[in-house]
């Protein structure tokens, strides 16, 4: 049961750790938003079909009813991905990866309410714990600043991200993980091709390696991995623990971008790392 538990865990947070690229990638890839997204998906969409084949992986819908979440979660996700890069132009690494990172408290609001379970008071104080360590990271607050508009796009990526985790919460227990990430990759590359009509596309070669980086890694791999431990941990659970995701985006920036984190980063993430422990040792005695 430890081992399982371990095993469980380790792949969250090596879903977590992938996932966290994006934000190096998102700052460093010079092209329109909407265009990136195209390419993640359309690229992840192919890496995932691939897989989904070698491993025999049964992609079809089960029921009718489940076209719906589908779709929607495929939505939001448009909707997450393209605010999050937003946030990430904006303003820097940091910052848009911690705005990201109000999503825990929403998930922990919300989630009696999407999926009828008893509301636990611990989630208020883990996620006042994400909340003060992400106003320590913070600079102030100036409504006609790049940073602040990228927060507020961060925040606004962060319940698109909540919603969508919610939603497909229902339908981790009847289909693969991997399954579910290629149909979200479907519908938004769907979703997303007339941005190929108006938007500049010229940097496509020169930056098709980063796009491809950014499919396999951030997206097939990282995001299957997160929505596998779905199947393990509660909504609030997974959310919480992937809170390391800013702590992991700021050290890649730092490295591939030469983003130096101040002293309010260290302090800020030290609160954030601290929920992640707390919640991994108190979700192993579940």
Known sequence: ???????????????????????????YIDMPT????WFRSFFAMLFLYAYCRYKNIDLSIKKRK??????????????????????????????????????????????PIFLKVKFNPIYILLGLMVLAGLYILTPSFNIESTHTKGILFGVFSAFCYAIRILILKK???????????????VIISVLLIPTLFF?????????LPYLLLLALLTTAIGHSLMLHSLKFFSAATASI????????GIILAFFFLSEIPSMNTYI???LILATVIIESLRSKNQ
């Open 34 to 37: 909407e265009v990136i997204i």
């Open 241 to 248: 623990i992937s809170s390391l995701q800013p702590i992991f």
């Open 268 to 270: 800020g993430g030290a």
């Open 1 to 27: 049961m430890e081992n399982s538990h371990l095993k469980n865990l380790s792949g969250l947070l090596l879903g977590t750790l992938f996932i966290s690229t994006s934000g190096v990638l998102g700052r």
């Open 171 to 185: 339908q981790v227990a009847n289909y693969n993980g991997t399954m579910l990430m290629f149909y979200q990759v």
């Open 199 to 207: 938007m500049d596309l010229s940097n496509v070669k020169s930056q």
């Open 66 to 111: 489940d076209y719906g979440p589908f779709l929607l979660g495929g939505i939001f996700m448009a909707a997450h991905w393209v605010t999050y890069f937003y946030a990430l132009k904006l303003s820097n690494v940091a910052l848009g990866i911690l705005s990201l990172y109000t999503f825990p408290i929403i998930i922990a609001l919300l989630e």
